[in-house]
């Protein structure tokens, strides 16, 4: 259900409650200091992460009403994949194909994002997306860990699609990318 037809619902069982959601939420809404168009950016992404099927649609809605292009709320689904798993990442997209389509939307291509190779045994690309959200050391600690965890294979793995292959992309400036990836984390 989208947030207006939850709290219809809510008003058939408790209209007090109802009031206090629907105070709490005016409130909330008039709190963001974002853009428009970030902010509706950061609600799809938690609505996705939080595998939630009306809000999700809501949010694709209010992104196109607030100037997102759809390449931009596809962005922020792929995004979500690395946050919140594969299948929250496709039963988003189901439900954006249904609202959206796919007709003129065009993604990245291949050739944008050509391997950068190695540097002193990581990836080059991802360190270069690394520092640019938290520092060389930071990255370099961040695929240290996977290491640690994971493996070789694995570290590698995550450095070369789901850090350096996703952060790399240029539909979202690198800044609302992560703005949006600390709405998600929330």
Known sequence: MTRSETIAQIEKLDPHYAKIL???HAEMDGLIALPPRLA???????A???RAPGLVREHLEAGRAAGARPEEMLEVLFLCMNFAGFAALSEALAIFLDQLGSEN???QAISDYPPAGKEGGYDKAALEVGAEMYGT??????V???RAVGGQRFAEALEAY???G????RVLSALDREIISVALLS
């Not at 509706?40 to 938690?46: M, Q």
């Open 166 to 169: 996703l952060c790399r992309r």
């Open 22 to 24: 629907r105070e709490f």
């Open 162 to 164: 789901a850090y350096a």
């Open 40 to 46: 509706r950016l950061c609600n799809l992404g938690a």
């Open 144 to 146: 240290d860990m996977f």
């Open 137 to 142: 050391t930071r990255a370099k600690g961040t």
């Open 105 to 107: 939307l065009k993604g």
């Open 48 to 50: 996705v992460t939080v």
